[in-house]
């Protein structure tokens, strides 16, 4: 009897426990980065929320300004221009980021596109809106024009960070230091380095602002390898904050409505 017992131990086999241990670090390690993805976009809605509050004031302050309630110059004045420059970035560059970890979280095409005609939808409305309020000065290609654009032509370069930098740093060199007279025809200023601006209210061509998307690309995978920072970030994101970054679209295109209503009303 003792010799089977002996016979039995020699030959149990040691992995179930090497599995269990295994098992459970594997279901930690899972929780763990299940937990940085979550803090990850808490920290960049986090970001695109503050980013969607600077436009509101900005829109804000103009319409003051369109209803003479104060004296501003948004075309000439460094503040406004740099308060614009600032917030297009935070936009462009994050719609870059957004498009590395979007890829990363849905690899098939079909979101992607969704996406892309939800915003382009969105640019047309955003085009006969401001015709009917500025018909002399409408957007042709404005903020949501150019995401949506830039979006199809950053996304081949996605898998290519170090790549998608270079190309970026480029196009934003080009767009800002080349200014032809060709490119000043109505038909070709969406792309960019005109020598004048054109008469629109919003103007953001793919030159040098594609740049920016391409750029936040690099930075989308250079963010996805500071996982535990992010989601430290993540964590410390007012949550209403981040719920203004994930309804940034629906944001962008009601708040001015909004705003020059109330102003009506009060002036």
């Not at 899972?30 to 436009?55: E, N, W, Y």
């Not at 004296?71 to 420059?85: K, P, Q, S, T």
């Not at 740093?169 to 490119?183: K, R, W």
Request: charged share 10%; glycine share 8%.
């Amino acid at each position: 009897m003792a010799a089977l017992v002996t016979v039995s131990r020699r030959h149990r086999r040691p992995h179930p426990p090497r599995a269990r241990a295994s098992g459970a670090a594997s279901a930690l390690a899972s929780s763990v980065t299940h937990a940085a993805t979550r803090g990850r976009f808490g920290a960049i809605d986090g970001l695109r929320g503050f980013a969607i509050c600077l436009m509101v004031v900005y829109h804000f302050a103009f319409d003051l300004a369109w209803f003479r309630v104060i004296r501003a110059d948004f075309n000439n004045d460094l503040f406004w221009l740099g308060a614009r420059a600032v917030i297009v970035t935070l936009f462009l560059g994050l719609v870059g980021v957004s498009l590395v970890l979007a890829r990363r979280a849905h690899p098939g095409t079909r979101p992607f596109w969704r996406r892309v005609m939800l915003i382009a939808g969105c640019a047309v409305l955003v085009s006969i809106a401001s015709y009917l309020t500025f018909p002399q000065t409408f957007i042709t290609f404005g903020i949501l024009h150019c995401i949506a654009l830039s979006s199809v032509l950053s996304r081949p370069l996605v898998a290519f960070p170090r790549v998608a930098l270079l190309a970026g740093i480029a196009i934003v060199a080009l767009g800002a230091t080349v200014h032809l007279p060709l490119f000043d025809t109505p038909w070709l200023n969406w792309i960019g380095m005109m020598t004048h601006k054109p008469p629109t209210e919003d103007y953001v061509p793919l030159f040098p602002w594609l740049g920016v998307v391409v750029i936040g690309v690099a930075l989308g995978h250079a963010l996805m390898r500071q996982q535990r920072s992010l989601g430290t970030a993540g964590r410390l994101t007012p949550g209403w904050l981040a719920w203004l970054g994930r309804h940034s679209l629906l944001i962008y295109l009601v708040h001015q409505p909004i705003l020059v209503g109330v102003l009506r009303v009060v002036t």
